[in-house]
């Protein structure tokens, strides 16, 4: 056989694939067959499976830590290839399937939904969050809108600093509510886990931004929907104001269709 499999990779992968597929059936069923709408777009559809992964493996805690390795092992790989680099990736992905990559962006922003809109840490209140991203014919930037009651530009902006703040170990500083996640502690999620679940879990968390000082930051990229580039800009007290300056590789302004973010917050 050219994909042989043994039994037990077969007992570890087939439930968490049937989670993951079956949150697609769900979403086709409520969005399409029952409401007459579109189908949900692809990079909040493949979030919403993918979180379905990590509930199908809570729903196994405290007592079997070994399911729930099965069952987040996935997410937790893709996520950390997202944060090895987000100014690579998209989170708004539009075609094809998603890389590994761009899925573990999709995970970490539904994550970050229900951390924030769901009434507590249960379950259950995580399922009413999701339930109302399915039960609708919103889609997209649209359907996040209508669950969190915000412009989607400032949730992704709110989603886009908590990944690097969240749970930053920085003397003096408390991320305020709205750039925390609520059951991940991904600094030290990932070496815990390694330990507990084993080499399918990285071993650290890899979102470590350049670090310069602020007047003579030069970053120059590539704009990917959703994601971008982070920078430690290092200002001493006292010290003279600077410009910072958006344009493409000639110098000129970037076109306004863009719409361009520049999201900055002070950390010490």
């Known amino acids: 056989m050219s994909c042989a499999h043994t039994v037990s990779q077969v007992n570890s992968l087939v439930p968490v694939t049937f989670i993951h597929e079956f949150q697609h059936m769900i979403s086709f069923g409520q969005h399409y067959l029952r409401r007459a709408g579109a189908p949900e ?42 944060f090895n680099a987000p100014q690579d990736h998209y989170l708004l992905a539009t075609e094809g399937i998603g890389t590994l990559a761009e899925r573990g962006a999709m995970w970490l922003f539904v994550r970050y939904l229900v951390d924030q809109y769901a009434a507590d840490q249960s379950l259950t209140a995580g399922d009413v969050v999701t339930q109302q991203l399915d039960q609708t014919t919103l889609t997209g930037a649209a359907n996040v809108e209508h669950v969190t009651g915000r412009p989607f530009v400032e949730t992704v902006t709110h989603w886009a600093l908590a990944n690097y703040v969240s749970d930053t170990l920085l003397p ?74 958006f344009s493409d590789g000639q110098g000129f302004a970037l076109p306004d269709a863009l719409v361009p973010r520049l999201n900055v917050i002070r950390i010490k």
């Open 172 to 245: 003096g500083f408390i991320p305020p509510p709205e750039l925390q996640y609520r059951l991940w502690s991904f600094r030290t999620a990932y070496p815990k886990l390694r330990l507990r679940c084993g080499s399918q879990i990285p071993s650290n968390f890899p979102l470590v931004p350049p670090v310069g000082s602020g007047s003579v930051v030069t970053v120059s990229d590539t704009l990917r929907a959703g994601s971008g580039l982070y920078y430690l800009a290092q200002q001493s007290a006292g010290a003279a104001g600077f410009t910072l300056l």
């Open 41 to 82: 777009v692809l990079w909040l559809n493949e979030g919403l499976s993918h979180f379905a992964e990590e509930m199908g493996g809570r729903s196994y805690l405290p007592g079997d830590s070994s399911t729930f390795c099965n069952f987040v092992g996935g997410d937790l790989y893709n996520a950390w290839q997202y």
